[in-house]
């Protein structure tokens, strides 16, 4: 299947942006997600970008796409202690499936 | 989120007895899915539905079977649970294949 990569962990000190990293295999990609998952919770979308599109930004969320390189990014302006989850990437490829990043987990130091 | 709702929340059960799962949907959603997640993977597909007795299956399905007879349920089965299906289990639904998906909050199983 296709492969997803991301780190594992990532700690930023609350005010600071961080950004979350994520490399994928598949060319033929049309989207490309990232989800938020707190606790106990299920995914909660938080943006996604279509594969034609370099840069889409929201509110503090910005995400950048690099097709040349497979690689695309997450950076939240001005984290909060709030910001704390796991993240995760995914990209759309088929019709029908979504293929996940194993998930980072951002810590925020107050 | 987007009306999602899985039962039970938890459930823990023996090697070789059924479990299965539920997702119930208020949005009228076409697509649903069924996801596990484990330590070191992330999310993997298991079984999706394109609509009411509509069923394939995705990355993962060894072992599990679903059912789709209305649109806001999809039931996840494990016939004969094994401790290799311990996991969270994660639904979600979307309009169509191109809207983005949406997930309810999970279910953990423990299979002893």
Known sequence: ?110 | DAGITQSPRHKVTETGTPVTLRCHQTENHRYMYWYRQDPGHGLRLIHYSYGVKDTDKGEVSDGYSVSRSKTEDFLLTLESATSSQTSVYFCAAAGDPNQPQHFGDGTRLSIL
């Open chain 1, 1 to 110: 299947g296709e492969d997803v990569e991301q780190s594992l962990f990532l700690s930023v000190r609350e005010g600071d942006s961080s950004v979350i990293n994520c490399t994928y295999t598949d060319s033929s990609s049309t989207y490309l997600y990232w989800y938020k998952q707190e606790p106990g919770a299920g995914l909660q979308l938080l943006t996604y970008i279509f594969s034609n599109m370099d840069m889409k930004q929201d509110q503090r969320l910005t995400v950048l796409l690099n097709k040349k390189d497979k690689h695309l990014s997450l950076r939240i302006a001005d984290t909060q202690t709030g910001d704390s989850a796991i993240y995760f990437c995914a990209e759309k490829t088929g019709a029908n499936n979504l293929f996940f990043g194993t998930g980072t987990r951002l810590t925020v130091i107050p």
